[in-house]
């Protein structure tokens, strides 16, 4: 179910009357979901941020970030915040969340005063606001939105501590359930989504399932997510309502504010969507694992060098490929995984992307394995998916000691996936292709067309078929994915 709902605690602040006849919000959930006396916030602040994942992701366009108690969240906030730029002077700042409390079409954006916390004033930029709810029907000022609303609340002390220069935020609360009238909303907000703002999501995820349950739940919703698909996010949405989850209410309580930005990017070029940090209310000592609120940190990048956003230079290759190679040798002839020293890895390496590692044997294929989602730093996909080459492609039995020497290791490392509308903006030879159709789904790494001499036809029936299991037709009425891989192997260093 994809409902509206409350959480938490509601306080009883509400509009006071400031000068010129502006009326600034104040906080309604302040010593609730987080200490209302400035020093103990800020104290707050700078033990969520020192525990917090640091920043990951550059280019950095959008986050996705929880909205409930601190206690429970914050940390996963935290890391969130850092994944923006503290020294940069971002235009605007829009904090885009989805209403608990009232049900309206459209959405509220507040333009009548600034908002307060108990770190000072967050100035809104009153300009821009008024300017988007007289160019949009779809934008209007409704006070009840934001009077009881902890979404965005909750973001402006993280705003406060993190940033280093002054800013300005459109706060736009969603009243809808209507997945047109959210296309609508994205429609209008596209021409500001850029590098020069900011988008902050607010939303948490699963709300009520068990501890178990949560982190299946959360982690097929962030997969999902990773897409850049609004189709793929809806279809998993509901495929979690009909597993009959106990107590699981929502897969995600802003689903609205998600959809809207997946809307936003999801033809964008070089869209690039970061996991960062995972957790539920069920991690903290006082939280009870029998039913939990889940959390996810996300990163929304645009590459701005290209396609692909990766330039590894022959070091990282080389460095890669050793790693492969070393994991494959520890682990077959041991059974033990090897520790990587990391510390003068280049940038590149340390960046999340998704990668294939492939192992050939006198020209033959022996294995390929890997995955499109930038999870965890390079240099580890790249040690996980040699060991899975290795071991787990099903269609082929364990590499043995005796064969190592012979095997030869290629790595694909793999640009953003972007959906198409058309097959004719596939390039053979250039893009993989990612079929799916349900929840059934299958990839070609770019190199598999020169490899076999298919044409596009050929190309996409055997994934459709063959990877996929749709039949050879499937691919005619199934989501199709492009990307870019940048290849290399062992032979180009030998």
């Given at each position: ?5 409350s ?16 009326q ?5 959930v ?14 707050e602040?700078a033990?969520?941020f ?25 940390q996963?906030?935290?890391?969130a ?21 009232t ?23 009153m300009?821009?606001?008024?300017k ?22 909750v ?23 209507s ?21 902050i ?34 279809n ?22 998600m ?26 000592a ?20 290209g ?19 070393q ?5 077959i ?10 510390s ?21 294929l022996?294995?390929c ?19 899975s ?6 269609r082929?039995?364990?590499v ?14 793999l640009?953003?996936m ?17 079929i799916?159709k ?35 037709d ?9 990307y870019?891989?940048?290849?290399f ?6």
């Open positions: 179910m994809m409902l509206l709902f959480i938490h605690f509601w306080g009883n602040g509400q509009a006071n009357q400031g000068n010129q006849g502006l600034d919000r104040q906080p309604c302040a010593d609730r979901f987080y200490p209302s006396d400035p020093s103990e916030l800020k104290k602040l033990a969520l020192a525990n917090a994942k640091p920043k990951s992701a550059e280019n950095v366009l959008a986050i996705v970030t929880p909205h409930a108690g601190y206690v429970f969240s914050g996963v906030a935290a890391s915040f850092n994944q923006i730029d503290p020294e940069k002077k971002y235009e605007h700042i829009f904090l885009i969340g989805s209403s608990h409390r049900h309206f079409e459209g959405a509220s954006i507040y333009n009548v005063g600034n908002y307060i916390s108990p770190l000072g004033t967050v100035k809104v930029d300009e821009l606001a008024s988007l709810i007289s160019g949009n029907k779809v934008f209007t000022f409704n006070k009840n939105a934001d009077i009881y609303e902890h979404s965005l609340e973001q402006l002390p993280f705003l406060q501590y993190k940033m280093k220069t002054d800013f300005k935020i459109v706060p736009i609360v969603l009243g809808t359930q997945k047109a009238t959210v296309a609508k909303i994205a429609e209008a907000l596209k021409p500001y989504f850029n590098s020069k703002n900011v988008f999501i607010s939303s948490d995820f699963s709300h009520y399932p068990p501890y178990k349950n949560a982190i299946d739940v959360d982690k097929a919703t962030e997969e999902a997510i990773i897409l850049n698909s609004p189709e793929a996010f809806l998993i949405l509901e495929k979690n309502d009909e597993k009959g989850i106990s107590n699981l209410a929502t897969s995600m309580c802003g689903w609205t504010s959809l809207t930005v997946l809307n936003i990017t999801k033809d964008m070029p070089g869209i690039k969507i970061i996991p960062v940090e995972y957790r539920n209310s069920g991690d903290v006082m939280g009870d694992k029998s039913q939990v609120v889940g959390y996810w940190a996300i990163a929304i990048t645009q590459n701005s060098g396609e692909s956003g990766f330039n590894l230079s022959g070091e990282d290759k080389r460095t890669l490929l050793q790693i492969a190679r994991t494959i040798e520890k682990f002839n041991e059974g033990k995984v090897p520790c990587i020293e990391a003068k890895f280049s940038e590149t390496l340390m960046t999340p992307a998704g990668a294939f590692v492939t192992l050939h044997e006198n020209n033959e022996r294995g394995i890997g995955t499109f989602k930038p999870d965890k730093p390079l240099y580890l996909l790249v040690q996980e998916m040699a060991i080459a290795a071991i787990k492609d099903y082929f039995s364990k043995t000691p005796s064969e190592i020497k012979k095997i030869e290791i290629e790595i694909s490392v640009s953003p972007k959906k198409i509308n058309s097959t004719d903006e596939i390039k053979l030879g250039k893009h993989g292709i990612y799916k349900g929840m059934n789904g299958g990839t070609f790494l770019p190199q598999v067309a020169i490899e076999t001499g298919w044409n596009l036809e050929q190309f996409l029936g055997h994934c459709a078929r063959d990877k996929a299991g749709i039949g050879w499937g691919w005619k009425d199934a989501e199709i994915f492009t870019e891989a940048l290849v192997d062992e032979e180009e260093f030998e």
